[in-house]
């Protein structure tokens, strides 16, 4: 404000310096002194309009400043109150959740320190009780017995003892019943579970060894001039050519295998017409081949069926001419895969090496399909397997499937398990009960029909004839003779599959008792 004040006055002084000046410079001559006093006057007057007006300005600026001075002051002091009063409702809320933690926790450590004071009275009240219980009884024993502490002491131990011995006792024994009560349920469970898996349906095929003819014509190719053609066909093949029956051709031979290429090698002689004993040869030949590759790819598929690729190939073709070969109606590439499905159920169950069951039940009948050797089919099917270096564990199996040599392991006795589910199932096989009776009992009567012989029993189904001689009538020479004619008169006399071993015991044994 004093700076535009300062600027009119300073105006105001520079107007009449300018005025004169001009008026002379215009008149250029004399001065008319008349006129001069007007003229200031005129400007005197101006300069106060001027002046009044620059001051009512300078006024008017003052006081917006002023009010607007004014106007912001009040904006800061409001807003000034504003954020004390926050910052104050802030302090307070802070205080008061302090204030409320710090409650809480001396609430919490008061309710300790009680529940502490509340523990130590309640554990000396019962010490308190203790004592006087333990003082009370101590005085009662010796009172009443009149035993020291120690004595006390002890009788009450032996006391105790013998309760306990009597509880424990007890409580073994409900064991054991509960133990043998589910065990019997949970076996059977396993057994049933067993069959269930591997009593699969299939029929049971029999190997025909019967060809139907249409005419009698046919019969005399096949015997040929002078019998040429029929003994180079049972030369070639092995086995026996009946012609006795009308309208049919019967093939025997107990090797399924041979009498199958037989049956084959002649269906096709038949239907090309040409016998002779060069085309008889060729055909069989053909036959054979292509029969070792057919029961080769059966070996195959059995074990492929059971989970087992790493055998050796002769082991593979044996296992195949399971296809020809029958126990009692039941077909072994049946019986074996249904065996060993059970087996390594069972296995699986009762927490044994499934593999070690799988390999003894899919080998275990391995040795009834071998023809050219001596022996039981046991004893044939360990000797090979040994040959070829399986495992013992596996030869162990095949060697005990029927109780020859007492179990060694648990898959041993898996192995065994599996084989009398399969082979005893209802409807596995088809020789019943009696038959297999009057069988035992043909093989015990011819062993007895000898002279010298005490007693004979037949066992492991049939397959073995154990016979006892009188020492003092049968020598050792006598006894060989006895068991050939008794295997004789079994081949002649008695139908059986496999092979029946013949024993003969001759055995003198002086007893004498001291008293």
């Known amino acids: 404000m004093f700076d535009v004040l300062k600027t009119l006055s300073g105006l105001i002084k520079a107007r009449p310096s300018k005025s004169p000046t001009a008026h002379v410079h215009v008149a250029s001559g004399v001065p008319k002194p008349q006129q001069k006093q007007p003229i200031q006057e005129k400007v005197s007057k101006e300069d106060k309009g001027v002046l009044l007006q620059a001051q009512a300005q300078a006024q008017a600026q003052v006081q ?158 096949i015997i040929g001039k002078e019998g040429r053609n029929i003994r180079a ?28 290429i037989a049956r084959v090698a002649l269906e096709r002689l038949l239907k090309d017409g040409r016998v002779q004993p060069g085309r008889i040869e060729e055909i069989i030949e053909q036959v ?45 590439i ?38 050219d050797k001596e022996g039981s089919h046991v004893e044939l099917g360990v000797e090979l397997l040994k040959k070829y270096g399986l495992p013992k564990a596996v030869i162990d199996c095949v060697a005990q499937h029927h109780e020859d040599t007492q179990f060694s392991s648990v898959e041993s006795m898996l192995t065994y398990i599996a084989d009398a589910i399969s082979g005893s199932r209802p409807g596995a096989r088809y020789e019943n009960y009696d038959e297999y009776i009057k069988r035992l009992k043909d093989l015990e009567e011819i062993a007895k029909a000898n002279t010298g012989v005490k007693e004979a029993f037949a066992f492991q189904a049939g397959r073995e004839l154990r016979v006892a001689v009188d020492p003092g009538v049968v020598d050792d020479a006598t006894a060989t003779i006895i068991a050939q004619k008794i295997k004789e008169e079994i081949e002649q006399k008695v139908t059986f599959p496999g092979q029946i071993k013949v024993t003969v015991v001759r055995e003198l044994r002086a007893v004498e008792v001291a008293k």
């Open 288 to 332: 054979k081949k292509e029969l070792e590759r057919i029961m080769f790819e059966e070996g195959q598929k059995l074990c492929h069926a059971v989970g087992v690729y790493n055998l050796p190939s002769p082991i593979v073709a044996l296992l195949g001419r399971f296809k020809y070969r029958f126990s009692y109606g039941q077909n072994m």
């Open 64 to 221: 917006a400043a002023v009010a607007m001075a004014q106007a912001q002051a009040r904006e800061v002091l409001v807003e000034a109150k504003d954020q004390a009063f926050r910052i104050k409702r802030e302090a307070e809320d802070e205080m008061r959740r302090r204030l409320e933690v710090i409650g809480k926790r001396e609430g919490a450590i008061e309710e300790r320190e009680k529940h502490t004071r509340d523990q130590e009275t309640l554990s000396e009240k019962k010490l308190l009780d203790i004592e006087s219980v333990k003082k009370e009884l101590s005085e009662r024993l010796e009172k009443i017995s009149r035993l020291t502490i120690e004595e006390a002491k002890t009788q009450m131990l032996a006391e105790v003892q013998e309760k306990m011995k009597v509880a424990i006792a007890k409580e073994i024994k409900d064991a054991q019943i509960r133990a043998e009560e589910e065990s019997e349920v949970k076996a059977r469970e396993i057994l049933v579970d067993a069959m269930r898996h591997g009593a699969t349906e299939y029929v049971a095929e029999f190997t025909v060894s019967v060809i139907k003819i249409p005419d009698e014509d046919v019969k005399g190719r």
């Open 233 to 260: 066909f049972e030369t070639a093949t092995g086995v026996d050519v009946d012609l006795d029956e009308e309208g049919v051709i019967r093939l025997s031979c107990f090797d399924p295998v041979r009498r199958e």
């Open 334 to 371: 049946a019986h074996t895969l249904e065996e060993t499905k059970i087996g390594i159920a069972l296995a699986k169950e009762v927490g044994a090496d499934a593999n070690i069951v799988r390999l003894g039940c899919l080998l275990h009948d391995i040795g009834k399909v071998i023809m």
